[in-house]
C-alpha cells in the first residue's frame, strides 16, 4: 500500500506563488509516476500535471509556463510551483502516485492507484 499525503495549499493573492508538496509512503519501489490534479466547485477534475520517473513531464495547457511539477530521485515526494496564480486556479489539488504507467498514459486519471485528500488553493483577485 501507498499512502499520499499533500501539502502547501493557502490563501494568495492573484499574481502570487504557491508550492505544493506530495508525500509519498508506504510500498513506494514502485511508483513509476505521480500527477497532480485539480477540482474547482461544480466542475470535473482535471489534470494539472504529471512527471515520470524518468522526468517526462506534461502539463495541462493552462498552466504552461506557470506551474512545474518536480519530484525526488525516489519518487517519494513530487512538488507542484505555481506562479502568476489567477483566480480560476482555485481549486482543491490532489496528488496521484501510480506503477506500471507508461508515458503515453501519464496524463490519465485512471492509471492512479493512489490518491491524497487534497489541499486548497484559493488565489484572490
Known amino acids: 500500500q501507498v499512502q499520499v499525503v499533500e501539502s502547501g495549499g493557502d490563501l494568495v493573492q492573484a499574481g502570487g506563488s504557491l508550492r505544493l508538496s506530495c508525500a509519498a509512503s508506504?510500498?513506494?519501489?514502485?511508483?513509476?509516476?505521480m500527477g497532480w490534479y485539480q477540482q474547482a466547485p461544480g466542475k470535473q477534475r482535471e489534470l494539472v500535471a504529471a512527471?515520470?520517473?524518468?522526468?517526462?513531464?506534461n502539463y495541462a495547457d493552462s498552466v504552461k509556463g506557470r506551474f512545474t511539477i518536480s519530484r525526488d530521485r525516489a519518487m517519494n515526494t513530487a512538488y507542484l510551483q505555481m506562479t502568476s496564480l489567477q483566480p480560476e486556479d482555485t481549486a482543491v489539488y490532489s496528488c496521484?502516485?501510480?506503477?506500471?504507467?507508461?508515458?503515453?498514459?501519464?496524463?490519465?486519471?485512471?492509471?492512479?492507484?493512489?490518491w491524497g485528500q487534497g489541499t486548497q488553493v484559493t488565489v484572490s483577485s
Open positions: 512527471i515520470t520517473g524518468g522526468g517526462s513531464t
Open positions: 508506504g510500498s513506494i519501489f514502485s511508483i513509476n509516476a
Open positions: 496521484a502516485a501510480g506503477f506500471g504507467i507508461i508515458r503515453s498514459s501519464m496524463s490519465s486519471s485512471n492509471q492512479y492507484a493512489y
